[in-house]
């Protein structure tokens, strides 16, 4: 599961990254490493971007960026 | 830059959103300077204070999340600490944010600088519940840490004593701190710092375990410096050998060394929280997320955000435009003195030197200054947008709108600031686009800045709009800025699909706990720009209005209608003479020079009657005044009443004598300066225009104004009020003057020069922004040109399908 796909309110876990580059660093930079919890907080009004929170604080990313962070959910 | 003298430089750095600028201000106080790092448009920001008699200069990095090289602001706050090499580094933390602050810190401590950790924002941490054990902190990263906060000044002392104090530790064992990456990784690491060693020159400056760990994480930057520095081909080797081991890596456990290498740091950081922080409180709902519940709401949020650019915008443009107003009389009596330097004998002419001072320079400098108060109120409040935290936000809600166009959440602001609704300015919102970190969809919103409806197109569109569509004049302004922004948008789209290159970044973008801003922070910041703005722009628009200038002036209307202006002036002045009669006691008093003497003071006096207006007492003051300096200059100038109404019957039959020839002296000149600005370069430029121009509508007279307005758009309706002889600036005037020597315009001609004044081509002082902003003269031409290629083709679009349907 990917974490685009998870509903607003639900908390995940980070599992891997499939992204490259920029993009890859600056998710791990940001915190998205594996075994990090997450919660989609809400979508933005027009569904893209989604709102996160992860280790505390809150962070916005586009839904096609979501795509290659993979998810578990326990 | 220089340093000059200093005894400690110390780098300030820190995740956006650390409350890393209330610590520079601080330490520094008001003594800060701004610049741009050298070759980019990252905002330099550096102060000084004084500590027992030695200079500390604190340089005030970009807040960055980490120090990778993947951006312009990590790369330039990494390359500080590596090249400037200050004696210590401060990383500002945020105490209510801690682990992913430390994420930072174990990066700046595995460079191996003397560093000081500085925890900020106690006060939040402490209401979220945090209880930090600040000595147990230090002791797990073996740095002094010094809990501040910042917005209150509390801490102050504590962390200018903790700067020296590190810096002067004689006992200073840098590699005694290890981050530990785990058994996959750290043989690797130990192979390369060993290999790394043996390059003596290389270790001068770098440390092997932070390039050994760069290395792994295929940093681009740190390869260079490999390379860089080693001049046979060993280098080069092991770069081949750190692919091999990446690659090997790999294969072994499945993912990069990079992720594990994050992955480790904020393992490392949740321990050090776990040992170090306890929480009372559990995590309950913070006020940002009950805020947030509001503000982000799917259908509450958008409502809300229009709320509030509507009164963004009625602000700026209101209280703005009032406070321009409201200054702007103090500012033109800045050019007085000068102008005061250069008066003229001729009653007919400016001197060549007084028209260039007080046309070219004052006047535009001024015209410039007009607009500062306005761009005041703007920054102020863009800095309450961005401290409050609301700006994210906004970037949030609308990013997938914009996006669709190859913008950017965060263009929102840089083009309301433009001008997107009506009235608006480019240069701050060209400023404004410096907090996009997608260079490609930065460089498009700065390319489309000149669509947006800034402030100087709104007086023509009122003036047009006046003469051609007086009974829908809301209607017709409305369609003017959504015409402009449906253009920008596609314009937008075109260029980022075919035109931009650049360094895209990944949208993530942090969204801040909301925090009240500070009166002292958003002024300090709107002063801050302002004065940047200022020094950009200044010298250069001399540079240019003296250009326009020259270009609108001469070659002149050569000398027999020079002499044919002359001999009207001097039968002028021979019905004068005749009017006043040989009797009159007060033809004597304004022979010869005497009679410029006398216009002038009338001059004088006329507008100081305007200043006082309806006082009554200042009134009498002033009149008193007056009489005293000249009495028969006074009376002449008060209709022959002298200062306390008695009538002097001589001096009444002189007034109106003088005033009926001091009309037509306004008449000549006026008239002459028009044959001038037709018969100058831009004006004949403007003529041989003309068959081209056509197809859109265009006549000789719309060309000129259009030529000779390039310097700055305000000038567009006085140009137009000197070409068709109107009383200069009442736009009422004006439109009744074009309507009575255009009488064949139809409703046709004018939404075609609507179209192409809506896409006039930027102001100079913009494009030198666009020079400044995006580092390329091509991109300067290319947004000086294209507007003009684009707004004629549309207006001949407009202008031959109206022709079609009558």
């Known amino acids: 599961m990917t974490l685009d796909e998870v509903p607003a309110g639900q908390e995940v876990t980070v599992v891997d990254l499939h992204l490259e580059g920029a993009e890859m660093q600056r998710l791990l930079d940001m915190g998205f490493v594996d075994g990090t919890r997450v919660k989609v907080v809400r979508n933005a009004p027009l569904k893209d971007p989604i709102d996160i929170k992860i280790k505390g604080y809150l962070v916005a990313i586009r839904r096609n960026e979501a795509k290659g962070i993979e998810v578990k959910t326990e | 830059m220089k340093h000059g003298h200093r005894d400690i430089l110390v780098g300030l750095a820190g995740q956006p959103n650390s409350g890393k600028s209330t610590i520079f201000n601080m330490l520094t106080g008001a003594r800060q300077h701004v610049a741009n790092f050298p070759g980019v448009t990252v905002e330099k920001k550096w102060g000084d204070y004084r500590y027992d008699d030695g200079k500390i200069e604190v340089v005030d990095l970009p807040g960055t999340y980490s120090l990778t090289s993947y951006t312009q ?105 290890r981050m530990d990456y785990g058994g996959g990784l750290e043989p690797i690491l130990v192979r390369l710092e060993t290999q790394l060693r043996s390059r003596e020159h290389l270790m001068e400056d770098f440390s092997a375990r932070w390039l050994a760990v760069k290395l792994m994480e295929n940093d681009a930057e740190a390869r260079r410096i490999l390379l860089h520095h080693t001049h046979d081909e060993t280098g080069q080797q092991l770069c081949d050998s750190v692919d091999r081991l990446r690659r090997e890596f790999v294969e072994e456990h499945g993912k ?3 992720k594990i290498i994050a992955a480790r740091r904020y393992r490392t950081a949740a321990r050090i929280m776990d040992d170090c922080v ?9 006020l940002t997320d009950k805020i947030d519940a509001v503000v982000l709401h799917r259908l509450a949020g958008p409502i809300i955000l229009a709320a509030v650019l509507f009164g963004f915008y009625e602000i700026t443009m209101g209280l703005g435009t009032k406070l321009a107003n409201w200054c702007f009389p103090y500012t033109q009596r800045l050019g007085e003195p000068i102008a005061g330097l250069f008066t003229s004998s001729d009653l007919l002419r400016d001197g060549i030197f007084q028209s260039l001072v007080t046309d070219g320079i004052i006047g535009g400098v001024i015209a410039i200054l007009y607009y500062l108060p306005i761009f005041f109120v703007l920054f102020a409040l863009l ?73 100087a197109k709104i007086p023509f569109y009122i003036l047009i709009v006046g003469i051609f569509f007086a009974s829908h004049k809301g209607l017709a302004l409305y369609s003017v800025s959504v015409f402009s922004f449906i253009v920008a948008l596609l314009v937008a789209k075109v260029f980022s699909r075919h035109l931009v290159r650049g360094e895209t970044a990944p949208f993530v973008l942090e969204l ?46 050569g ?10 002036m001097v039968s002028a002045r021979d019905t004068l003479v005749k009017k006043l009669g040989t009797d009159n006691r007060y033809a004597g008093a304004l022979q010869g020079n005497n009679l410029i003497e006398y216009l002038r003071f009338q001059q004088r006096y006329k507008e100081e009657k305007l200043a006082v207006g309806d006082n009554n007492s200042e009134l009498r003051r002033l009149t008193r005044t007056f009489e005293s300096q000249n009495r028969e200059f006074f009376l002449l100038a008060n209709r022959g009443r002298d200062a306390e109404g008695k009538i002097d019957r001589d001096a009444g039959k002189a007034a109106r004598a003088l005033r009926k020839f001091a009309g037509t002296v306004k008449k000549l000149k006026f008239k002459r300066r028009k044959e001038m600005v037709r018969d100058s370069y831009a004006g004949r430029f403007g003529r041989s225009l003309e068959p081209v121009t056509q197809l859109a509508g265009f006549n000789w007279r719309m060309n000129i104004a259009i030529t000779s307005s390039f310097a700055a758009k305000e000038n567009l309706v006085g140009t137009l009020g000197t070409i068709y002889s109107a009383e200069e600036g009442r736009s009422g005037e ?61 207006a001949a679009i407009a202008f031959q399908i109206g022709a079609i349907f009558g």
């Open chain 2, 559 to 568: 000398t027999k209608r020079e002499v044919q202006y002359d001999l009207r």
């Open chain 2, 73 to 177: 602001e990590e790369r330039i706050a990494r390359d500080f600490i590596l090249l400037e090499q200050p004696e210590i580094v401060v990383v500002v933390i945020d105490a209510s944010n801690l682990e992913r602050n430390l994420y930072l810190a174990f990066q700046l401590r595995e460079m191996d600088i003397p560093l000081v950790l500085c925890l900020n924002m106690m006060d939040v941490a402490r209401r979220r519940g945090f209880k930090i054990d600040t000595q147990r902190l230090s002791a797990a990263l073996d740095v002094p840490v010094v809990p501040t906060v910042g917005k209150r000044g509390k801490g102050r002392a504590e962390l200018k004593r903790a700067i020296v104090e590190t810096c002067e530790r004689t006992d200073h064992h840098p590699a005694q701190w």
């Open chain 2, 512 to 557: 801040p706990a909301y925090h009240l801003p500070t009166v002292g922070g958003v002024l300090r910041r709107a002063i801050e720009r302002v004065w940047l703005f200022l020094r950009k722009i200044l010298t250069v628009v001399v540079a240019v209005m003296i250009l326009v200038w020259f270009f609108v002036t001469f070659p002149g209307i």
């Open chain 2, 278 to 286: 306890s929480r009372d409180k559990a995590d309950r709902r913070t």
């Open chain 2, 256 to 258: 990069s060394p990079e």
């Open chain 2, 734 to 794: 004006v439109g009744k003057s074009i309507r009575a020597a255009e009488t064949d315009w139809t409703k046709r001609h004018a939404v075609a020069i609507l179209i192409f004044v809506a896409l006039f081509p930027p102001c100079i002082p913009t494009l030198i922004m666009v020079k400044s902003e995006t580092g390329s003269y091509r991109w300067m031409f290319f947004t000086a040109v294209y507007p003009i290629i684009l707004g004629f083709i549309l």
């Open chain 2, 383 to 455: 800095a309450i947008f961005e401290d409050s935290g609301y700006m994210a936000r906004i970037a949030f809600i609308l990013d997938r709108l914009l996006r669709g166009f190859g913008l950017h959440g965060q263009s929102t602001l840089p083009m309301l600031l433009g001008g997107v609704i009506v009235g608006g300015c480019a240069i701050p919102g060209i400023m404004a686009t410096r907090a996009m970190k997608d260079q490609k969809a930065r460089l498009t919103t700065i390319l489309i800045m000149p669509l947006m409806n800034c402030m």
